[in-house]
Nanobody, 122 residues
Framework: QVQLVESGGGLVQAGGSLRLSCAAS????????MGWFRQAPGKEREFVAA????????YYGDSVKGRFVISRDSLKNTVYLQMNSLRPEDTAVYYC???????????????WGQGTQVTVSS
C-alpha cells in the first residue's frame, strides 16, 4: 500500500510563491508516476502537473504552464510542486496522486494523498 503525505500549503498573497511536497512510502519510488490535482469549492477536480517515473517527462495543465514546476527527488522519495506567480484562482485543495501508469493529463493514478489547502489572497 502506498502512502502519500502532502505538506507546504498555506496562505499567500497574489504574485507570491509556495512549494508543495509529497512524500511517498510503501513502494519503490521509481516505480511510481507522480502528480498533482486540485479542487476548488464548487468546481471539478483539475489536473495540475505530473512527472514520469524516471523524471524525464513532465506535464502541466494549461492554467499553470509557465508558472508551476514539478520535480522529484528519488533520494527523499518526494515529489515537489513549485508554484510561482500565484493567482487567487489557484486557491484550492491540492492533492498528490501516484500510480504505475498515471497520473497523466488524461488519467489519474491509483493512490491519493489527503490534500493540502492553498489559499491565494488578492
Amino acid at each position: 500500500q502506498v502512502q502519500l503525505v502532502e505538506s507546504g500549503g498555506g496562505l499567500v498573497q497574489a504574485g507570491g510563491s509556495l512549494r508543495l511536497s509529497c512524500a511517498a512510502s510503501g513502494r519503490t519510488f521509481n516505480s511510481l508516476a507522480m502528480g498533482w490535482f486540485r479542487q476548488a469549492p464548487g468546481k471539478e477536480r483539475e489536473f495540475v502537473a505530473a512527472i514520469s517515473r524516471s523524471g524525464g517527462s513532465t506535464y502541466y495543465g494549461d492554467s499553470v504552464k509557465g508558472r508551476f514546476v514539478i520535480s522529484r527527488d528519488s533520494l527523499k522519495n518526494t515529489v515537489y510542486l513549485q508554484m510561482n506567480s500565484l493567482r487567487p484562482e489557484d486557491t484550492a485543495v491540492y492533492y498528490c496522486n501516484a500510480g504505475s501508469a498515471g497520473p497523466t493529463p488524461t488519467m489519474t493514478g491509483f493512490y491519493w494523498g489527503q490534500g493540502t489547502q492553498v489559499t491565494v489572497s488578492s
